[in-house]
C-alpha cells in the first residue's frame, strides 16, 4: 500500500527555521515528482513546492528563497526545510506524490496520493 | 500567472439532489493538467477527477467532470450524506500548481 507520512511541525517564533520530514512507503520518491501543498487554518490549499525525480526544484513565489525542498533516496523520504519562518507560514503541510500518466500511459499529471499533514506554528 | 475561480463559493444542498461545480481558468489550459479532489475536515484532500473527467480508482460513478474551453465542471449526480466537503480544482504546468479557492457544499 503507499503512504505518505510526514512529521517535523511544531511551534516555532517567527524568523526561526524547522525542517519537514515525508517518509514514503510503497513506491520510491526517488522516481517520481513530488510536491509540498499547504493548508492554512480555515482557508484553502496552497501550493508551496515540486521536486521532480531528478532533484530539480521549483517553489511558490511566498517561499522562494526562505524554503528548500530536497529528498534522500536511501532513505525514501522527502523533506522540506523552512528558514526564516513567519506568521502567515502557519499551516498544516502536506507531501504528495504526482503521478504523471495515468494507466494507459497518458500524461494526465495529478496529485494521486497524500500524506496526513503535519501543523507548523508560527508564533511568538 | 494562472487563477482557477470556482464558482460558487458554498452551495447549500439535500441528499439526492445534484451538484454542479464550476471552475474557471484565467487563460487557456489543458484539460489534460485539470484535477479535483474532495476535501473533508480533518482529512487531506483526496483524489478525485483527472485529466478533467477521469475518475480516480475507487472513485463513484456519481461523480464526473467535464470542460468546455476555460470552463471545467465536477458533477455529483445524486448527493450521498459522505459527499458534503470541501472541492478544490487543480492545475499542473510551468513546473508549479494551482489550486482554487474551493468550494464548500453543505447538507441543507
Not at chain 1, 519537514?20 to 526517488?30: D, H, Q
Not at chain 1, 487554518?41 to 511566498?62: C, F, N, Q, R
Request: aromatic share 12%; net charge neutral.
Amino acid at each position: 500500500e503507499l503512504q505518505l507520512v510526514e512529521s517535523g511541525g511544531g511551534l516555532v517564533q517567527p524568523g526561526g527555521s524547522l525542517r519537514l520530514s515525508c517518509a514514503s512507503s510503497g513506491f520510491t520518491v526517488s522516481d517520481n515528482y513530488m510536491s509540498w501543498v499547504r493548508q492554512s487554518p480555515g482557508k484553502g490549499l496552497d501550493w508551496v513546492s515540486l521536486i521532480y525525480s531528478g532533484g530539480s526544484t521549483y517553489y511558490a513565489d511566498s517561499v522562494k528563497g526562505r524554503f528548500t525542498a530536497s529528498k534522500d533516496n536511501s532513505k525514501n523520504t522527502l523533506y522540506l526545510q523552512l528558514n526564516s519562518l513567519r506568521t502567515e507560514d502557519t499551516a498544516i503541510y502536506y507531501c504528495a506524490r504526482v503521478l504523471l500518466y495515468d494507466r494507459s500511459g497518458f500524461y494526465y499529471p495529478h496529485l494521486d496520493y497524500w500524506g496526513q499533514g503535519t501543523l507548523v506554528a508560527v508564533s511568538s | 500567472e494562472l487563477v482557477l475561480t470556482q464558482s460558487p463559493g458554498s452551495l447549500s444542498l439535500s441528499p439526492g439532489e445534484r451538484a454542479t461545480l464550476s471552475c474557471r481558468a484565467s487563460q487557456s489550459v489543458s484539460s489534460a493538467y485539470v484535477a479535483w479532489y474532495q476535501q473533508k475536515p480533518g482529512q487531506a484532500p483526496r483524489l478525485l477527477i483527472y485529466g478533467a473527467s477521469s475518475r480516480a480508482t475507487g472513485i463513484p460513478d456519481r461523480f464526473s467532470g467535464s470542460e468546455s474551453g476555460t470552463d471545467f465542471t465536477l458533477a455529483i449526480s445524486r448527493l450521498e450524506p459522505e459527499d458534503f466537503a470541501v472541492y478544490y480544482c487543480q492545475h499542473y504546468g510551468n513546473s508549479r500548481i494551482t489550486f482554487g479557492r474551493g468550494t464548500r457544499l453543505e447538507m441543507k
